[in-house]
């Protein structure tokens, strides 16, 4: 299987909680490697521009004022089969039905407040990434 990357955010309630240390220690453990990393606060248009596929849907002015109420740390991930792999480490969108042992269940209190983001396709992996990173900010080699 080929290695790629996928888009993470540790969203404003991972921060605030304090879980940022156990929810990057679960995602190396994973074996996923940090391609980039920064701390950033989103404005609501960022956060609006980055959600944008939402924005017709009723919680998308709740969605844009959460992941703008505070710090968050955008990183890119690499490892084989990246999206589908971290899509089932962090589990589902509402926490309560997330399965045992991933990342929502484990920190997340609600669904509109889960913790973490991950990209849903190869595609918008490579378009968030563009989002949050210059080409300068990724590490070429992890050797
Ligand atoms: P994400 O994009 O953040 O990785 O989450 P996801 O794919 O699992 O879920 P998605 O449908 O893309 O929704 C994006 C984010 O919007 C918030 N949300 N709130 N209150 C609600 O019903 C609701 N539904 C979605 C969540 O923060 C979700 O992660
Ligand atoms: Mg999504």
Redesign the pocket.
């Given at each position: 299987m080929a290695t790629n990357r996928t888009l993470t955010i540790l969203?404003p309630d991972c921060v605030r909680k304090n879980h940022v240390g156990d929810v990057i220690a679960h995602i190396q453990k994973a074996g996923f490697k940090i391609v980039a990393m920064k701390m950033t606060r989103l404005t609501a248009a960022t956060a609006g521009g980055f959600?944008e596929v939402?924005k017709e849907?009723p919680?998308y002015g709740?969605?844009c004022a959460?992941m703008s109420s505070g710090p968050c740390v955008p990183m890119i991930l690499e490892k084989e089969n990246a999206v589908a792999d971290f899509r089932k480490l962090?589990g589902?969108?509402d926490p309560a039905e997330a399965a045992e042992g991933t990342i929502r269940k484990l920190y997340a209190d609600s669904?509109?407040?889960?913790i973490?983001?991950?990209s849903?396709s190869d595609e918008n992996a490579a378009i968030e990434s563009a989002y949050f990173f210059a080409k300068s900010e990724e590490v070429a080699n992890l050797a």
């Open positions: 969203k959600y939402h849907r919680f709740e969605l959460f962090i589902a969108t669904k509109g407040e889960n973490i983001h991950g849903d």
